[in-house]
């Protein structure tokens, strides 16, 4: 590869003269088996009159490898050797070393020598997660001719905000800073606060339904509040976006027909999510036909209830149980079907919070149009 610039071309470290100047590279890469990789890299960079009447040349010889183990080890290093108009050969490496604990926690490791001098730094970081959660960065540096210095960071990310804590020691700007940000959103009827916000957002909403895991494109960033809402900030606009929800969060008198949804929301805007958890109340109980002083358990007939115009049917089982689902507290027409003739009453629901209502044993008297007791 040979580019050549313009008389007018400039960089910072070569500003525009009134000669032109080149760049000459060359790449060599061979891999060696899946794990170690080499490559040659050779630069020629001609800078045209740094100073008056002396250009210069650069030429740079590279060695670049990379060791992946088996396991979460990296080994990676760098040689280089440097070629300057009117200056000695110098040797630079560069060598390094990187170990994954998981998969938010990484150590490194690295060596750099330029000719004589030399700088070693060691770091350790945890980024913060999509959701709620914990990062910190811990780093040294150490010089053949300089002292020591270090730095740590410690943030944490909620659901209202971000805050970083920075320690430096050592260093020209030693000392301690403090930030925190965050954010307020207008969505849904109802301001929430959240994280700040850059990109786009979206509310999801799961009535009732408190303390529900939402995932967004399968990494957890958060639960419900108490009224079933969660803020989700920082989604791509204009591209799908997968929010899910953890159905097994909902209480067991609760279903849902659907657990996730694709929304491609505006930069900068938001979009509603709501999953319609629907709760379960069951109503079981008894019935039996009454004939004056006959009692007779319709087994396996049915037992038809009538809800708004809808009927509602439950097969009658050998000790005349019956069950039903979110019918609504009141009287409502039911006919008991078993034999050549329905037998009508009246069906009362009893208002109850709880997850079962049982009506223990409701009669039908077959000798009377309409009616029944509990």
Not at 200 to 215: D, E, I
Not at 217 to 236: A, F, I, K, S, Y
Not at 311 to 336: C, D, T, W
Request: proline share 6%; glycine share 12%; hydrophobic share 40%.
């Amino acid at each position: 590869m040979r580019p050549v610039f313009s008389p007018q071309y400039a960089t910072l470290l070569a500003p525009a003269r009134n000669r032109w100047a080149s760049l000459i590279s060359g790449v060599l890469s061979v891999p060696l088996g899946r794990r170690i990789s080499l490559s040659v890299q050779h630069t020629i960079d001609d800078l045209a009159d740094v100073e008056p009447g002396r250009p210069m040349r650069n030429r740079r010889t590279a060695l670049t490898g990379t060791w992946r183990t088996a396991g979460r080890l990296e080994f990676y290093g760098t040689v280089a050797l440097n070629e300057q108009t009117d200056s000695a050969r110098r040797l630079d490496v560069f060598a390094g070393a990187s170990l994954l604990l998981g998969t938010r926690t990484a150590i490194n490791v690295a060596h750099d020598r330029s000719g004589a001098q030399g700088l070693t730094t060691v770091e350790m970081q945890q980024s913060l997660p999509v959701g709620p959660g914990f990062g910190y960065r811990l780093s040294g540096v150490a010089g053949d001719a300089s002292s020591a210095s270090g730095s740590g960071v410690l943030q944490y990310q909620g659901a209202f905000g971000r805050y970083e804590v920075t320690r430096d020691v050592g260093s020209a700007v030693a000392g301690t800073s403090i930030s925190a940000s965050g954010g307020v959103v207008a969505i849904g009827g109802g301001l929430h606060l959240t994280r700040a916000v850059s990109t786009s957002y979206a509310l999801v909403r799961v009535p009732g339904a408190a303390g529900v895991r939402v995932y967004d494109n399968n990494q957890p960033v958060g639960r419900t509040d108490r009224h079933g809402n969660l803020l989700v900030p920082n989604l791509l606009p204009y591209y799908g976006n997968r929010l899910s929800i953890a159905d097994t969060d909902l209480p067991l008198d609760y279903e849902i027909e659907h657990t996730g949804q694709t929304i491609a929301p505006p930069f900068q805007g938001g979009a509603l999510v709501a999953f319609l958890a629907e709760r379960i109340q069951g109503v079981t109980g008894r019935v039996v036909l009454t004939h004056g002083a006959a009692r007779t358990v319709p087994v396996y007939g049915n037992l038809v209830v009538t809800v708004k115009g809808v009927r509602q049917v439950s097969p009658i089982g050998a000790q005349g149980e019956f069950y039903f689902e979110n019918l609504p507290a009141g009287p409502h027409p039911a006919a008991v079907e078993f034999g050549d003739t329905p037998c009508a009453f009246t069906l009362t629901v009893t208002p109850s919070a709880a997850p079962f209502i049982d009506l223990g044993t409701v009669r039908c008297d077959a000798g009377a149009p309409a009616g029944g007791t509990r």
